[in-house]
């Protein structure tokens, strides 16, 4: 579904939502999500809004959410707090009869939506024709139902920043070269982390149609041109910085960011291994924390007894991220209540089938 297509499906909610006090709003969630007790389960992704992030069932990343959804059989309804690609999901794998809404539809995921199935199927033409069946793809979680669709039907699998090392090395026991959809830069410095050289990966430009870099047989990495717009905002300059002003200063990012703010921090990993270094780091140690601004303040208000601060000082929270508000949710519980529940996502049941296959091909590695 593409963006405007997105937009002219979201229901406008009521003006007595939109208008309502923080307060009244969070009295009637609390009011209502006991009201519908077992029928509902709320997941909620940890760059979430305090607000929003209160109700939350459980927290997590996305996978591991669309897990815990799927194993909530008696729920009717599971009210995913995040974005469209991990509704899709949680659709996936959750029963028929169970219905997924996201609060609000608008909540997408800037790089997922920068690999269309549109563009991947013309990719594929052409690195068919270079380089012949050699290649496996392979896509990140952060990405639409359909790309991973596409990788299950053609022996690929899904995968995480916290397993996107295993599953590179499985895949490159399987074909001799990788197609890693849509981050850039998980691809390169998950590539390097296994030793695999810059110079045997090339970036595949899906709006040019062509590679920016020489990609010959040496080449085992074609990384798609996506990229996170929280992570990529991220700088060597503010690494440099943050230690000119503060030499005690420990760097912690996300892999999402690029490689050469992950090389030279101090520690990188997934959103789960952040928030592990952060609850067991010694008190009073000081820490620059490049990921969305979201989960960096809730680390700091929780963590007192540590110097947490954010990697970029002018860096504000996901867009997309923050879409879903306290209105929109209240909203959501407020229609299911009623009976006539919006916003639901459904993912056709072809495109889930395949889908599915690469999720288990992760899951069997795991």
């Known amino acids: 579904m593409g963006l405007a297509e997105t937009f002219l499906k979201q229901t406008q909610i009521p003006e007595a939502y939109r208008y309502a006090s923080k307060d009244v709003l ?9 009201q519908l007790g077992s029928r509902i389960y709320i997941p909620g992704h940890h760059y979430q809004r305090d607000e929003v992030i209160q109700f939350a069932d459980d927290r997590g990343d996305s996978l591991r959410l669309a897990q815990l959804a799927a194993a909530k059989k008696e729920a009717d309804y599971i009210i995913f707090c995040g974005v469209h690609f991990m ?16 609060p609000d539809r608008r909540a997408g995921c800037a790089m997922a939506d ?38 299950g039907r053609h022996g690929g699998a899904t995968l995480t920043s916290s397993n996107a090392g295993k599953m590179m090395q499985w895949a490159l026991s ?13 691809g390169r410095n998950t590539g390097v982390q296994l030793g695999i050289p810059l110079n045997d990966m090339v970036v595949w430009d899906p709006v040019r149609e ?10 085992q990495v074609i990384l798609w041109k996506g990229f996170c717009t929280v992570h990529e905002r991220f700088t060597a300059e503010n690494i440099a910085d943050c230690r000119r002003e503060d030499p005690d200063v420990q760097i912690l990012v996300h892999p999402e960011c690029d490689y050469e703010v992950v090389s030279q921090a101090d520690f990188a990993g997934s959103t789960k291994y952040i928030i592990d270094v952060i609850d067991h780091a010694a008190a009073g140690s000081h820490w620059a924390i490049g ?24 860096m504000c929270a996901c867009l997309t991220m923050n879409r879903i508000d306290l209105p929109h949710f209240v909203w959501s519980l407020a229609q299911i ?3 006539t529940a919006d916003n639901i996502i459904s993912v056709p ?18």
């Open 87 to 102: 509704a899709e999901t949680a659709d996936i794998l959750t029963d028929q009869r169970q219905k997924v809404i996201l």
């Open 26 to 34: 969070t009295e009637e969630g609390w009011r209502l999500k006991e």
């Open 349 to 366: 049941d072809a495109v889930a089938r395949d889908a599915v296959l690469a999720l288990e091909r992760m899951l069997a590695q795991s």
């Open 174 to 186: 399987q074909k001799q070269r990788i197609l890693f959809l849509p981050d850039q830069h998980l």
């Open 291 to 314: 990921t969305e601004m979201n989960l960096v303040n809730r680390l700091k208000h929780s963590h007192p007894h540590l110097h947490i601060r954010s990697l970029n000082p002018m």
């Open 114 to 151: 920068m690999a269309t199935i549109h563009q991947l199927e013309r990719a594929w033409s052409h690195l068919q024709t270079q380089f012949g069946d050699t290649i496996l793809p392979m896509t990140y979680i952060n990405s639409t139902a359909e790309i991973k669709a596409f990788c």
């Open 210 to 219: 062509s590679f920016e870099g020489n990609a010959g047989e040496h080449t």
């Open 337 to 339: 209540a009623a009976g």
